[in-house]
């Protein structure tokens, strides 16, 4: 699609195309190897042309994974019963799709990735900050995946070489064959990846509708054990509808707002190589709230099924696909889990952490590079201690993660949307200099919007208690600010409003160069 200039009391370094997307002129360099790369440059507009079904498929493959299988299911471990886990997972991503929608815009319009659009808003320099929180979280995030892929490894290749693989000596606490399992899944990954962004598109386009199939396909392979649907369905509720639901309803629904709170920041880095914003918007809005949906209810049904017919709820697929006596059988379900494991490791924990640290210093790091460095940050992190419980897993991680992460997207969509209205001006984004310059490249007001927001969102983090009175997690009793001990069910929420308030409210008397 041809460009036209933009009218000259904006500027004429950049291009506007019919359907409102920007690229720069001909003429402008961005050569500062200080805040440039081949990486973080903006998408030229011939090379944005991922349609609908990309962003379709690229959501159905991040959304049919294990850990949004074990989001359901640990809500039905904690005594949901498959209704009321089904409710909570389906409104937290419609709530998610808001921001994950308002953020994909920039990307669309501009074709720069998530660190340099945080640049607008947190300044040149200043945008490492939320940049390398976004890294942090989604190297975690990688060390999960990668362990879950390993551990169906471990459990595959247990089928194949027998007892001696499953019973190996251990190291850790862990038998040396799932170590193995777990560096081969990590090789996988990396050596996929380093493939670049047009690998992960078709990777992704096939990926996601066999998951699909095996998901289904596990669904019959319990409901014909237990004897059909009624026992899947009729599982109670141990927490009823009264006030022992709602106590761990918010907390579960900020937590799975949190699962996704990740990339409604990180979404430009998608949405920067869309065709159109009808094409990012429809496939994020068709692909996201109702995969996730459909997965929960797979997952909390086949949950039902393993409480009904093994006498309690297991809630990792992976245990469960152990448990089949048919060999073909279990290879399949394992087959499933890796692939479902690799089409959302790769795309949801990569590619962020790749382009935030080749952001923090990209005369050094390209794309590759910080993938590879993402890797290694995977494995130290100590992964299985994150996954192995679903109180920790659930309220601690994701509701921390969100409640931080909620406040770095506030300030995005209030600079972005209230204050500028959409308007960039995209190389400015890559000097030393101009309206995103602020104070030596750092912008106070969103440094200290950040600070309150996080500290409102998870400083009342708290860890409850369990029937025999022991404690579900690391943070006190109390909270670790016992007066916003109330806020804390509610991080993300508290974040995103409170930092989104306070950013416009000191950004309203703000002068930037014409």
């Not at 979404?267 to 065709?275: L, S």
């Amino acid at each position: 699609m041809s460009a036209t200039a933009q009218p000259a009391d904006l500027t004429s370094r950049q291009l506007t195309a019919p359907d409102g997307r920007v690229e720069l002129a001909p003429d402008v360099v961005l050569d500062d190897p200080r805040f440039a790369n081949g990486d973080l440059l903006p998408v030229p507009l011939e090379k944005r042309h991922w349609t609908t079904y990309n962003y379709m498929a690229l959501w159905i493959g991040m959304s049919h994974c294990i850990p949004s299988w074990t989001l359901a299911s640990g809500l039905v471990a904690l005594g949901m019963d498959w209704k009321q886990a089904v409710f909570t997972i389906a409104l937290g991503n419609l709530i998610v799709l808001v921001p994950m929608l308002l953020n994909g815009h920039a990307g669309t319009k501009y074709g720069i990735p998530f660190p340099v659009f945080a640049r607008a808003s947190f300044g040149v320099r200043g945008a490492n900050l939320p940049a390398m929180m976004r890294a942090a979280v989604a190297c975690a995030w990688f060390g999960i995946q990668t362990w879950i892929g390993g551990s169906g490894i471990f459990v595959l290749a247990g089928k194949a070489f027998g007892h001696g693989w499953a019973n190996a000596s251990q190291i850790g606490g862990y038998a040396w064959t799932l170590w193995l399992s777990f560096l081969l899944f990590w090789v996988l990954e990396i050596a996929i990846i380093a493939r670049g962004m047009e690998t992960l598109r078709r990777f992704e386009n096939w990926a996601a509708p066999f998951v699909i199939v095996g998901a289904i396909a596990l669904l019959v392979w319990i409901t014909v054990k237990a004897g059909g649907f009624g026992p899947l369905l009729n599982q109670p509720s141990t927490l009823g509808w009264g006030s022992g639901f709602w106590k761990v309803f918010f907390p579960s629904l900020m937590g799975m707002i949190g699962f996704w709170s990740t990339l409604s920041l990180n979404i430009p880095d998608f949405t920067r190589f869309g065709g159109s914003q009808r094409a990012q918007l429809w496939g994020q809005a068709l692909g996201l709230p109702t995969t996730m949906t459909l997965f929960a209810l797979l997952s909390v049904l086949v949950t039902s099924g393993s409480q009904a017919v093994y006498g309690a709820p297991i809630w990792d697929p992976i245990e469960l696909a152990g448990k089949m006596s048919s060999i073909p059988g279990t290879l399949f379900a394992l087959l499933v889990v890796l692939v479902a494991t690799l089409s959302t490791n790769i795309a949801a924990n990569v590619v962020s952490p790749a382009y935030d640290l080749a952001h923090l210093l990209p005369r050094f790091v390209n794309f590759r590079t910080g993938a590879l460095i993402t890797g290694v940050i995977g494995i130290v992190i100590f992964p299985w201690k994150l996954y192995s419980n679903p109180n920790v897993y659930i309220f601690t991680w994701l509701g921390t993660v969100g409640g931080l992460l909620g406040t770095v997207s506030g300030i995005l969509i209030a600079d972005y949307w209230i204050l500028r209205r959409t308007s960039l001006h995209v190389d400015e984004l890559y000097r030393a200099s101009g309206r995103y310059w602020y104070t030596g490249g750092w912008n106070w007001r969103a440094v200290v919007a950040l600070v309150v927001g996080a500290v409102l969102a998870v400083g009342g983090s708290y860890s409850a208690l369990d029937a025999k009175g022991v404690k579900q997690g690391p943070f006190p009793v109390h909270g670790l600010i016992p007066f916003l001990k109330p806020l804390a069910d509610y991080g993300w929420a508290v974040g995103l409003a409170s930092s989104l308030i306070l950013y416009t409210l000191f950004s309203l008397n703000r002068r930037e160069p014409t």
